[in-house]
């Protein structure tokens, strides 16, 4: 495996990618790991999820630098990224043993209750844009919940993949809780299978998550897939536009636009669609891009030039099928993975930039006749990850909200991952949920537990009473 820098096109380091033995004595000593973690107490694993959010803080700008050097993060972007995974550890680290404590429910029963148990080894199968929070989003509620986690990353962070398990070791975990392997992507189905792996989760492409179900679904084994977005901003009338274009330009851009819940489509009303798109057209051309490592740059290279020649074509395409290109959508010269920021204006169903995920910095304007208009427009994608509405009416927003097919609808802000919220999405775009409390009930047994009550032990009682009865007298 390679990690080539995506600045400057060249092989910074290799690795050596475990053979098939290797994987299956590490998988054996995971199991091995989960039969005592299990039994360790919320007490002893929160203790050491914090000291994991310590570590993170300590090595954060050595973090940083690693994200710019595989996949082209800009530094303060890879720094908040480092925040936010310090920030999950210490959530789950607080709120594990309350999201799981056992739940009375009032039956027939002398007792019943519902209780949370781990399930064992937990395979995540994660991507390179976000390196290091999607395996902690994963891994902080796994590990809290009794589970042990083993990671397949994306081959182009191998660094990152091999740190991640540094820094449970470096936090006192024990040997074996979380474990990276270094295998293609043509190893996953042989460890999907593996029987000690109990369940899987994936952060990815449609297409992977398709196959990671599939193989899933015949052994029988849960999985948690989030996938692709082409996430509509729905822009209505009475807009605050500042806030409309603000947020929609900030959205479009996050992580260099490749983020499954950065703004794809931007839906806006015929009666502020030219001003919008005026307004967005020259807020995009005076984002600066390069060097993820420069301060004054506001986004970087894509993370790999295949990526960025994909883009290319999706654009090119667009404009041959009737968008209009107002900014950017052409290549750079010179050595590095960049794509200039741009803006497509004029973009209806059918064209590419409508259909197809765009996963760069390609904004796509789409002009609606009305809110009911704006509305089908969004629901017509086969994915279903986020969702905006910029109204300055809370009621409309609310109704309108509950018709947009997505995992989530945010209000006059941009789509995010929150800690504390659940996070998923619908359609092509997955199923299952990450974060909050939904997050870590997904990879626990979620077990009934039901003592009835025996005869004998009310006659026992009945003894009891008579002879203290008698005492007494």
Same mark, same amino acid.
């Given at each position: 495996m390679e990690s080539v820098n995506p600045h400057t096109g060249a092989r910074s380091r290799s690795w050596d990618t475990h053979s098939e033995e290797e994987v299956d004595g590490k998988l054996a000593a995971a199991d091995g790991a989960w039969k005592a973690w299990r039994a360790t107490s919320f007490a002893e694993r929160g203790k050491l999820m914090h000291a994991?959010?310590?570590?993170?803080?300590?090595?954060?700008?050595?973090?940083?630098?690693?994200?710019?050097?595989?996949?082209?993060?800009?530094?303060?972007?890879?720094?908040?990224?480092?925040?936010?995974?310090?920030?999950?550890c210490d959530y789950y680290a607080d709120h594990a043993q309350e999201f799981l404590?056992?739940?009375?429910?009032?039956?027939?029963?002398?007792?019943?209750?519902?209780?949370?148990?781990?399930?064992?080894?937990?395979?995540?199968?994660?991507?390179?844009?976000?390196?290091?929070?999607?395996?902690?989003?994963?891994?902080?509620?796994?590990?809290?919940?009794?589970?042990?986690?083993?990671?397949?990353?994306?081959?182009?962070?191998?660094?990152?993949?091999?740190?991640?398990?540094?820094?449970?070791?470096?936090?006192?975990?024990p040997k074996g809780v979380f474990t990276t392997l270094l295998v293609e992507s043509k190893g996953i189905e042989r460890i999907i299978r593996h029987p000690l792996i109990k369940a899987v989760t994936l952060t990815g492409s449609t297409p992977a998550g398709r196959s990671v179900a599939g193989i899933a679904g015949s052994e029988l084994k849960k999985s948690v897939l989030e996938l692709g977005g082409s996430d509509p901003y729905l822009v209505l009338e009475d807009a605050d536009m500042d806030v409309a274009v603000d947020t929609c330009v900030k959205s479009r851009l996050i992580n260099g636009g490749q983020s499954c819940i950065a703004a794809k489509r931007f839906i806006v009303v015929d009666a502020l669609y030219e001003e919008f798109t005026r307004r967005y057209a020259d807020a995009f051309r005076k984002i600066r891009y390069g060097d993820p490592r420069d301060a004054n740059v506001d986004i970087g290279p894509m993370a790999r030039a295949d990526l960025r020649d994909?883009?290319?074509?999706?654009?090119?395409?667009? &404009?041959?099928?009737?968008?209009?290109?107002?900014?950017?959508?052409?290549?750079?010269?010179?050595?590095?993975?960049?794509?200039?920021?741009?803006?497509?204006?004029?973009?209806?169903?059918?064209?590419?930039?409508?259909?197809?995920?765009?996963?760069?910095? &390609?904004?796509?304007?789409?002009?609606?006749?009305?809110?009911?208009?704006?509305?089908?427009?969004?629901?017509?994608?086969?994915?279903?990850?986020?969702?905006?509405?910029?109204?300055?009416?809370?009621?409309?927003?609310?109704?309108?909200?509950?018709?947009?097919?997505?995992?989530?609808?945010?209000?006059?802000?941009?789509?995010?991952?929150?800690?504390?919220?659940?996070?998923g999405g619908v359609k092509h775009s997955g199923y299952g949920r990450e974060l909050s409390w939904f997050g870590i009930h997904e990879f626990v047994n979620i077990k009934t537990v039901y003592h009835a009550a025996l005869k004998e032990q009310g006659k026992a009682k009945g003894e009891q009473a008579g002879q203290a009865g008698r005492a007494m007298e």
């Open positions: 994991a959010a310590a570590v993170l803080r300590r090595r954060s700008d050595e973090l940083a630098a690693l994200m710019a050097d595989e996949m082209g993060k800009v530094l303060r972007d890879g720094k908040a990224e480092v925040e936010k995974c310090a920030g999950c404590a056992n739940r009375s429910i009032d039956t027939d029963a002398a007792d019943s209750h519902v209780a949370f148990d781990p399930l064992g080894v937990i395979l995540a199968v994660m991507p390179w844009n976000f390196p290091l929070w999607q395996v902690f989003r994963f891994a902080a509620p796994s590990l809290m919940a009794g589970n042990v986690g083993v990671l397949k990353h994306a081959s182009n962070v191998s660094g990152c993949a091999v740190v991640i398990e540094e820094i449970f070791s470096e936090a006192g975990f994909g883009i290319h074509e999706q654009v090119q395409a667009s &404009v041959r099928e009737g968008a209009r290109l107002l900014v950017g959508g052409e290549l750079p010269q010179g050595p590095g993975a960049y794509y200039p920021p741009t803006v497509l204006a004029d973009v209806k169903p059918g064209m590419t930039a409508f259909d197809d995920e765009i996963f760069g910095p &390609v904004a796509a304007l789409i002009r609606a006749k009305d809110e009911d208009d704006a509305i089908e427009l969004a629901n017509r994608s086969p994915f279903g990850l986020g969702a905006a509405i910029f109204t300055r009416d809370k009621e409309r927003a609310e109704r309108l909200a509950r018709r947009i097919e997505s995992g989530s609808v945010f209000i006059n802000a941009l789509v995010k991952s929150d800690v504390r919220l659940p996070f």
